[in-house]
T-cell receptor, first 113, second 112 residues
Framework: GAGVSQSPSNKVTEKGKDVELRCDPI?????LYWYRQRLGQGLEFLIY????????KSGLPSDRFSAERTGESVSTLTIQRTQQEDSAVYLC???????????FGPGTRLTVL | GENVEQHPSTLSVQEGDSAVIKCTYS??????FPWYKQELGKRPQLIID?????GEKKDQRIAVTLNKTAKHFSLHITETQPEDSAVYFC???????????FGSGTRLLVRP
């Protein structure tokens, strides 16, 4: 079946602009996660959605970052007033209810000039 | 919060040799430990995982061991092949949140 998809695959923006990144999880996966991966580094947890529960936002680095999820489907990660340090690959993952195993999307490479 | 440390950061082995990557975690409540392989420019792919009620798990040439008392777990790759060359990440999570806390990664190079 279809895996996790993300769009756009690449995004170049100017410092100070807002960006929106999209994630389409695997159908039936109620859990959705966003991670950030800076060049040559590991993945940092950002935010976690599980069904209709309140999201776990404990990993968001600043109030410029926010995310929404429509029901149990699409999620968007919004970064306002982008800074150069926001440049990274943003990865989305999804999993079945009450399951550990996360499946990752291909990521969005964000470059802030 | 949870912290995961991974060693070594780079590892170079001859084709056919074994490779071992080690991780330690800080939160004793963590109970799920996956390993992901990431090739250049690609998404992380789950290669093996282990839960805290098991001490060892094997899948063909790869195996993972877990020592809950010492809070460390290791990835073992035997008979390495050039296509094993990639960055490997360990991670830990617990039932209450499921969010993965990742190690910093190990770049494995298998020399033909």
């Amino acid at each position: 079946g279809a895996g996790v998809s993300q769009s756009p695959s690449n995004k170049v923006t100017e410092k100070g602009k807002d960006v929106e990144l999209r994630c389409d999880p695997i159908s039936g996966h109620t859990a959705l996660y966003w991670y950030r991966q800076r060049l040559g580094q590991g993945l940092e947890f950002l935010i976690y959605f599980q069904g209709n529960s309140a999201p776990d936002k404990s990993g968001l680095p600043s109030d410029r970052f926010s995310a929404e999820r429509t029901g149990e489907s699409v999620s968007t990660l919004t970064i306002q007033r982008t800074q150069q340090e926001d440049s990274a690959v943003y990865l989305c993952a999804s999993s079945l209810p009450v399951s550990d195993t996360q499946y990752f999307g291909p990521g969005t490479r964000l470059t802030v000039l | 919060g949870e912290n995961v440390e991974q060693h070594p950061s780079t590892l170079s082995v001859q084709e056919g040799d074994s490779a071992v990557i080690k991780c330690t975690y800080s939160d004793s409540a963590s109970n799920y430990f996956p390993w992901y392989k990431q090739e250049l420019g690609k998404r992380p792919q789950l290669i093996i995982d282990i839960r805290s009620n098991v001490g060892e798990k094997k899948d063909q040439r790869i195996a993972v061991t877990l020592n809950k008392t010492a809070k460390h777990f290791s990835l073992h790759i035997t008979e390495t092949q050039p296509e094993d060359s990639a960055v490997y990440f360990c991670a830990a999570s617990k039932d209450s949140s499921y969010k993965l806390i990742f190690g910093s990664g190990t770049r494995l190079l298998v020399r033909p």
